[in-house]
């Protein structure tokens, strides 16, 4: 699961890098919702081979809301996405908390399927004060340094367009594709984002 996650990640930003969308303005990258961090391996890969070039090693940073949920194998989601950092040269961190509280600057954002929408959001066991996408995405915005790159994906149609109307009130263009997602549901499209401040 961990391999395809690293995958997954490197094609969605192989793709945004592809069409000119990405660029690592700085060397600190930002996971907003990283789960166990199980696709850090590929966000760093990515972010070194296609983000600012020559020389820049990125420094991870994973923000989860639920980080202690226990596996059947008796160990956290921080466990777990420490042994993921554990493999990557260099510094990383992977941070218990809400995005809302967090602050710093980013040269990239990932954002893997943000809660835009009460069904997930329940889905996945957490309050339902938890859903604020308007205050949320102007917060992550504010951590993007200047020239820094954001990139979204979402599942379902409806939250696709949830998200343009975010980039849109947020006076963004952002760049867009749809594509089969062949890791998580085979078969089923997803909506990929992304802009530059």
């Not at 149609?157 to 089969?180: F, H, K, S, V």
């Amino acid at each position: 699961a961990a391999y395809t996650k690293s995958l997954f990640a490197c094609d969605v930003l192989d793709r945004v890098h592809a069409a000119g969308a990405l660029y690592l303005a700085a060397p600190e990258v930002l996971d907003v919702g990283a789960k166990n961090f199980e696709a850090a391996p590929g966000l760093y890969l990515a972010a070194r081979t296609l983000g600012g070039g020559e020389g820049l090693v990125p420094r991870l940073t994973g923000v989860e809301i639920d980080a202690y949920p226990i596996y059947r194998n008796l160990h956290s989601r921080a466990d777990a996405a420490a042994y993921y950092l554990g493999l990557l040269p260099g510094e990383h961190r992977y941070l218990p908390g809400d995005i809302r509280r967090h602050t710093g600057r980013y040269g990239l954002i990932t954002w893997f399927f943000p809660f835009l929408t009460a069904s997930p959001l329940l889905w996945w066991g957490l309050p339902s004060r938890y859903l604020a996408p308007e205050a949320t995405f102007r917060h992550v915005l504010g951590l993007l340094a200047p020239g820094g790159t954001l990139v979204t994906v979402n599942y379902a149609n409806e939250e696709a367009q949830i998200q343009r109307e975010l980039y849109r009130d947020a006076g963004m263009l952002p760049w867009d594709t749809t594509c089969e997602d062949l890791v998580g549901r085979a078969g089923q499209p997803l909506y990929i984002s992304a802009a530059r401040t």
